[in-house]
């Protein structure tokens, strides 16, 4: 089992840049797919970006691709999002997720193990 905390969450204005990190303890983080999903308040969790257990390969939800970067150093057992050009409705608790599947998935039930989430706030 793989223990996942993220960290990195902030209050940020219009156009500006966070960097989340999804660290891992329990297991090697290597050994799965991790994702990255967003939830505001009303609002499901939605998928955010997702990427391979080797990193060669990611995926993008619509709303974020060309602004933010999914990456991974499974020597540090970390994976991380950096986001740019944050718009406020960026705003949302940001969850890292961890998965065995070997194919990028996008609905949350396809993931096993969440981190407690952190909160991104974009203001305009």
């Known amino acids: 089992q793989v223990q996942l905390v993220e960290s990195g969450g902030g209050l940020v204005q219009a156009g500006g840049s966070l960097r989340l990190s999804c660290a891992a303890s329990?297991?090697?983080?290597?050994?799965?797919?991790v994702g990255w999903f967003r939830q505001a308040p009303g609002k499901e969790r939605e998928f955010v970006a997702a990427?391979?257990?080797?990193?060669?390969?990611?995926y993008y939800a619509d709303s974020v691709k060309g602004r933010f970067t999914i990456s991974r150093d499974n020597a540090l057992n970390t994976v991380s999002l950096q986001m740019n050009s944050l718009k406020p409705e960026d705003t949302a608790v940001y969850y890292c997720?961890?998965?065995?599947?070997?194919?990028?998935?996008?609905?949350?039930?396809?993931?096993?193990?969440w981190g407690q989430g952190t909160q991104v706030t974009v203001s305009s």
């Open positions: 990427i391979n257990w080797s990193g060669g390969s990611t």
């Open positions: 329990g297991r090697t983080l290597s050994s799965y797919m």
């Open positions: 997720a961890a998965s065995n599947m070997m194919v990028l998935a996008t609905t949350p039930n396809h993931y096993s193990y």
